[in-house]
């Protein structure tokens, strides 16, 4: 294993980046060291406490990058499962280099730890490279823990960070019965690296499995189980390798291949990163949805002994907050400290309703569903339950009852944030949150578009529906022909004939017209399959100019800034909203209130409140 330890070496900033960056560029062939770097690709980089800078992170991404996507007939050569940058003087400007960094180790990468750094997020330009380096986790399937503690994000951080995790696809814990099957065998020993794969279209991690102890050679290959016991402690213990019989390598890339990004990460460390108010209004929302680290730890290989198990060990003894860390974290008010309580509550809750629906399901075999994954060790609760459950939730109002009703701790949840979101728009306005700046931006737009009703034409509905003008309405009058034919004159001598279509009637007989066959009928073409797909809907609408709801949808959107802020269905609330009179004396009833309820109603009533959490 490439273990890449520069901790105790005596240079600093740029130097080190480039003394870096040239180990990490010998393992590319024709280097002396690259057949060492073929047979163990693995890479665990560290360069803790050196004040490394933005400088010197470039000069290692540049290196990692060419390392990273270097491949030839005998397979990759660097593999980076570690990448330790703690108090390394990193700002901003490093964020980029380290998206491309993840980017490219996405299926490989285990731990990141950012913590001690100078990271902080201020500007547009700063929140448009903390976003692209959210994104960069998109596609991370065996990420264990990500640190970045010790850093003041700011708020606008937090508000990045809600943004981009409410559009990640929920972690979904089924599993088809051959990757049970897979996860349930008692260990694996990982080995090198030979062929390449992919797995649902991106390509995914490469790794043979040992079949035999005498396979393994080296004891840091052997996989730690991390096993729980019923009280929810846990403790770690060597998995022993098996006998006899291998594992087929598609199930163990489609195995952790299943669930992705931020919301599969078991720990997200953000203690002592500045956090306020809005801060803590903002993680709430994310601390609802996220699984319980016991249960997401499934889906991640096991740590190895050493730092990384005892990191683990040590977010376990804190029972305040499970899974994203957040404590302590001095800036923190009564009100911040209530909510994020209140949301774990009300996450407990909801996975203490997922026990009771598994041990029915437990106790009534007929019932059980056949895509119900295997139990997390000994904590009673179903991952593949809780996530077809999640489904059917609502985060933005913390329901989680089982008939739609809100329990005592969601809707002192529901009161805590309204308080917090209500001192945000008396202190600083709508302009400190950037999804209320666009929503009430869309929502002056928007007043425009209502429905024409013309006189002569009756509403077909409320609002925007589509109104379709009756045939009448069009003014078509039939045509008469401009000249009539007179008849033809006949001999009182001749006999008398009457017409049948080809055929006419001749003293009582009928004759053909004429002896030569009827021209033949073409069939009419079959009808192509874009119009029968097609729905008949009319093309001209009440609406101005004629245009369809969701054309003045994205039109607004895109004027206001929405596309990349609000979901689809908020724009399309919002803009509804503005076309509804009836809204109008709903405002018109708050005028005597502050000027910060008066928005906070308006925003409540639109759902725009708090960013959509895709479920």
Known sequence: MGKLNYTKRKIEGLK???????????????????????????????????????????????????????????????????????????DTRSLPHLARIITLAAHDLRDLDLSENLIKITTDDEVAAWEDFLNSFSNCCVLRRIDLSGNALGSRAFEVLARVYGKEDPVDFALTPDMDAYLEKPTMGLGGIN?????????????????????????????????????????????????????????????????RGLRSVPY?????????????????????????????????????????????????????????????????????????????????????????????????????????????????????????????????????????????????????RSRIQGNILEEDGPRSNNLWRVALRMLTLSRNIRPVIEKNQLATGAGCLDNVKSPNSLNITSRRPSSTTPLATRSPNQPMTTSFGQWRLDNSRLVPLTTSKPPPIKPSPPPSPLSSSVPEVPYRTSLPCGFHEEVWRRIMAIAAGAEEVMSEAQQRSVLRWAMDKGTLCKERE??????????????????????????
């Open 16 to 90: 080190l980046g480039q003394v870096v960056a040239k180990d990490l560029l010998k393992r590319i062939p024709p280097s002396i060291t690259s057949k060492a770097a073929i047979r163990d690709p693995v890479i665990d980089l560290d360069a803790s406490g050196r004040a490394l800078t933005s400088e010197g992170l470039f000069e290692i991404a540049s290196a990692l990058v060419k390392s990273i996507k270097y491949e030839d007939d005998n397979g990759k050569i660097a593999r980076l499962e570690e990448l330790c940058l703690r108090d390394s003087q990193l």
């Open 195 to 259: 062929q390449a794969g992919t797995v649902l279209g991106s390509p995914v991690r490469k790794f043979s499995i040992a079949s035999s102890v005498e396979k393994i050679e080296d004891a840091e290959n052997v996989s730690l189980a991390a096993v729980y016991q019923k009280d929810g402690s846990r403790h770690v213990e060597p998995r022993t390798p098996e006998k006899s019989g291998s594992v087929n390598q598609t199930e163990v890339l489609q195995a952790y291949a299943t669930t």
């Open 268 to 416: 997200l460390i953000l203690s002592q990163t500045a956090m306020t108010e809005i801060c803590a209004l903002y993680l709430s929302y994310i601390v609802v949805c996220h699984n319980r680290p016991e249960q997401l730890l499934t889906r991640v290989p096991a740590a190895k002994a050493g730092p990384p198990t005892q990191h683990l060990l040590a977010y376990d003894k804190e029972t305040r907050c499970r899974g994203i860390i957040y404590l302590p974290n001095a800036q923190l008010g009564t009100a911040a400290i209530k909510v994020l309580d209140l949301s774990e509550a009300v996450r407990e809750g909801l996975f203490d309703d997922l026990d009771l629906e598994a041990n029915s399901e437990e106790a009534s075999p007929s019932l059980k569903s056949v895509n119900t994954t295997r139990k997390v060790s000994d904590t009673r609760s179903s991952p593949a339950v809780a996530g077809r459950r999640r489904s059917t939730l609502s985060v933005g109002s913390t329901d989680h009852g089982r008939h739609g009703n809100k329990s005592g701790i969601s809707i002192e949840l529901d009161r805590a």
């Open 590 to 615: 708050s005028l005597g209130l502050k000027d910060s309820a008066q928005i906070w109603k308006v925003l409540e009533g639109m759902g725009c409140l708090a960013y959509e959490m895709k479920l």
